[in-house]
């Protein structure tokens, strides 16, 4: 099994961190995107999205980090992916709040338009605009994410079991770090990510990441 992957990337993180975790062997390719590797022939041949992660078994090539989640705690039969019908529909119910609401809104509204030369508005206007627009957006769902999907009680996502949703939703929720957001107005997002965090393999498998937030430190950005 190969996984493409680059380590400071918010979809790469999770996989790597479920591999760690649990021990599982995986060969790994860095995909450059810093650098543009993924627009690069040898990787658009493979995975025409030019995005990673990407996973390779066999024959099966799978692109999107929720599906190789999915995927990877079938294969090995994990428990953080539960088999009971309604707690794994709530695991794939959370997932996909996350991906869909707080990472598009959170991550490329307000990270990655900060962050990447690619997501720069056609002006300053505009740009700023748009990542008003995220920010409102973004800490709406938050204080959902703190108050509902959370609140006060839970240690993690889906209730007292640590669940694949949890190795996702703590790189989408980190990716905040690379701007300076500290999450303390959510506390009960500050717990759980604490939680995730205190996870043997997280400070490993995020230490890359973890040079780039430190790398920003003291410059300016709009935050949550
Ligand atoms: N929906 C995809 C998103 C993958 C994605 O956005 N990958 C980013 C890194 S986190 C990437 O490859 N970006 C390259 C680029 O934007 O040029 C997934 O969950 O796997």
């Not at 493409?4 to 060969?27: F, K, Q, W």
Request: proline content about 5%; aromatic content about 12%.
């Amino acid at each position: 099994m190969k996984l493409y992957m680059h380590p400071v990337s918010t979809a790469s993180r999770p996989v790597r961190l479920l591999l760690a975790e649990n021990g599982i062997e995986c060969d790994e390719e860095v995909v450059d995107i810093l650098q543009g590797a993924h627009h690069g022939e040898a990787y658009v041949s493979i995975n025409p999205n030019r995005l990673v992660p990407m996973l390779e078994d066999g024959d099966l090539r799978l692109t999107e980090s929720s599906a190789i989640l999915k995927y990877l705690a079938d294969k090995y039969d994990l428990p953080s992916y539960p088999k009971d019908l309604k707690q794994r529909a709530k695991v794939n119910e959370m997932m996909d709040w996350l991906n869909t609401q707080l990472y598009q809104s959170f991550g490329y509204g307000v990270v990655y338009a900060q962050l990447f030369p690619h997501h720069r508005r056609r002006s300053d206007e505009a740009h700023a605009g748009a990542i008003a627009w995220g920010q409102q957006q973004a800490k709406n769902w938050l204080q959902i994410l703190d108050d509902h999907w959370l609140g006060p009680d839970k240690p993690y996502l889906c209730g007292d079991q640590l669940t694949i949703a949890d190795y996702f939703g703590a790189s989408v929720v980190s990716i905040g770090e690379w701007i300076g957001c500290d999450f303390a107005a959510y506390p009960n997002i500050s717990r759980w990510l604490a939680n995730i965090k205190a996870l043997p393999s997280w400070g490993k498998v995020n230490e890359v990441f973890d040079g780039f937030v430190a790398a920003n430190k003291g410059r300016e950005f709009v935050r949550v």
